[in-house]
């Protein structure tokens, strides 16, 4: 079952899109909860469906996936360029709100995936809150500033950039400063896989086993690592993609029971 809908944030609505597996015989079953962090003026789509494809892969498994748009970004409010990257970690903590309040889900199985911007946003996230004991980083951003700097051409000349028609302010790139995800991992508890295409043209691939090594130095939860010879940014070859998923669906079901234990004791 698919639904979409807008989850309401400061006033602004996010649209989401929320995929269930199948209903139990008894009704009664409640499904963990994967929650996807899209990138840098990317949308819940993705680029070659990217996000999509994830759930109608992932919901096979069992698992309830919800997709959203950030503010300024697919068909939710707001202009991208009055963000700041402390309003995405917001944002994604208030999807994490409105998915754990569901019925049908296990509040005690939340899991982040973030691609790219969206990776740091999850790993920034996942650090600051409990809820979340899993979290999964596709080709993710490792030093936001001076990435996403890179990307857009920012040299500090214009106040606002003309990229791809997003109006991308000087002071959201700032923002992007004060914010570092391969610091954040080293406090998060919960259990980590790191993903990345050693052909991606966009993001380094070497931030995976930075990523993997920081993630190592704090206790709590498995910790693993994964490149994808050959794969781009965006996975977007049917042999990639299909490697993508087939790491992503077998760690989170080989994790996915010892989470759910793990978080009981802690609400014990």
């Known amino acids: 079952m698919v639904t979409s809908d807008c989850i309401s944030w400061k006033g602004r609505k996010l649209a989401y899109t929320i995929h269930f597996p199948k209903w ?3 009704g009664e079953k409640k499904f963990p909860l994967i929650i996807i962090c899209h990138g840098f003026t990317s949308t819940r789509i993705g680029v070659d469906r990217l996000f999509v ?3 109608q892969a992932l919901v096979k ?4 996936v919800l997709r959203f748009d950030y503010a300024g970004c697919g068909e939710s409010e707001g ?3 009055d963000n700041e990257f402390a309003c995405f970690i917001d944002q994604t903590k208030e999807a994490i709100s409105f998915g754990s309040k ?4 296990n509040e005690h199985a939340i899991t982040l995936i973030g691609h790219s911007l969206g990776g740091a946003v999850a790993v920034c996230t996942a650090a600051d809150d409990e809820r979340i004991n899993n979290v999964i980083t596709w080709s993710a951003v490792g030093n936001p500033f001076a990435d996403i ?3 857009v051409g920012y040299n500090g000349e214009h106040p606002v950039i003309d990229h791809l028609g997003y109006a991308i302010t000087e002071e959201f790139l700032l923002s992007l400063q004060a914010f570092s995800p391969l610091e954040a991992i080293k406090k998060f508890r919960g259990s980590a896989l790191f993903i990345h295409g050693t052909g991606d043209p966009v993001i380094p691939s070497d931030y995976c086993s930075v990523y993997y090594k920081e993630s190592k130095k704090v206790k709590g939860g498995s910790k693993s690592m994964e490149l994808i010879e050959g794969a781009n940014h965006t996975y977007s070859s049917i ?3 299909d490697l993508l998923i087939r790491s992503t669906s077998e760690w989170l079901l080989k994790n996915d029971k010892e989470s759910v234990q793990n978080n009981l004791k802690k609400s014990v």
């Open 79 to 81: 202009e991208y360029g």
């Open 24 to 26: 139990s015989v008894e």
């Open 61 to 64: 498994h069992g698992f309830a």
């Open 239 to 241: 042999k990639h993609f």
């Open 53 to 55: 494809k994830t759930a």
């Open 102 to 105: 569901l019925t049908c889900i």
């Open 149 to 151: 700097k890179e990307i």
